[in-house]
């Protein structure tokens, strides 16, 4: 039998904190979870993943109010929108819908919304994209600023995590554990970060990354 077949571990909810504790051959450690995501300049500050969110919520809300549609259409939204910029979109693009308009139009300054029409069926298809042209905090264009981006959202849940693990001098162990909800926070580019904040780190042991149906150790 090997190692890993013969090991004994188990994992049961903490107490917040921590978040979990595993017991690792009779020695228990502390583990805290997090998610990094990737945060731009939307009036204040968002993370891209609930930007998404809300798109999709306005694309049920036209699904919604063009359920009697007799044709179907393919909608396309990009953000972050505002609210005002939301309603329009909500306005104008039921009105087309339930026209059973067959051209394409075209929502918002900057083309934030487009409704295109199909044929086939009388669903609404959808598509949803964050604008690679938003900005981040410090002004950079989004995809222009990655490992900027990485440090950042290190920086926002880092001094948490560290106060939260530190009650827990006493076990064996104190494990973060970091799951990404951003593309590119890859492990190399979450190293590159952590390295930047090396003297913030303890006392956490060790850091992993879920990233990419992977599950790889970041630090030390």
């Not at 998610?35 to 500050?45: K, M, N, S, V």
């Not at 390295?195 to 790889?216: H, M, Q, T, V």
Request: hydrophobic letters at 35%; proline letters at 3%.
């Amino acid at each position: 039998m090997s190692d890993s077949q013969s090991l004994k571990f188990s994992c049961t909810e903490g107490e917040n904190p921590p978040d979990f504790v595993f017991c690792v051959e009779g020695e228990e450690q502390a583990v805290e979870v997090t998610e990094l995501h990737q945060y731009i300049d939307a009036g204040r500050e968002k993370s891209t993943i609930t930007i998404e969110h809300r798109l999709v919520g306005l694309v049920e809300k036209i699904d919604h109010k063009t359920a009697k549609r007799s044709r179907g259409y393919d909608v396309l939204l990009k953000g972050p929108l505002t609210e005002s910029q939301e309603r329009e979109i909500l306005a104008k693009a039921k009105n087309h819908i339930l026209a059973s308009k067959a051209e394409p139009l075209q929502i918002g300054e900057k083309n934030e919304c487009e409704v295109m029409p199909k044929t086939g069926d009388t669903a609404l298809g959808w598509g949803i994209m964050v604008n690679g042209t938003a900005t981040t905090r410090e002004g950079k264009v989004m995809l222009a600023d990655i490992q900027g981006s990485i440090d950042h959202a290190l920086g926002r849940f880092l001094s948490e995590k560290v106060s939260r693990l530190r009650q827990f001098a006493h076990l064996k162990k104190r494990v973060l554990v970091i799951v990404s909800e951003y593309f590119f926070a890859d492990s190399e580019n979450v190293r590159a970060g952590l390295r930047k904040r090396s003297g913030e780190i303890a006392p956490i042991d060790e850091i992993y990354l879920a990233w990419d149906n992977s599950f790889e150790i970041v630090y030390p």
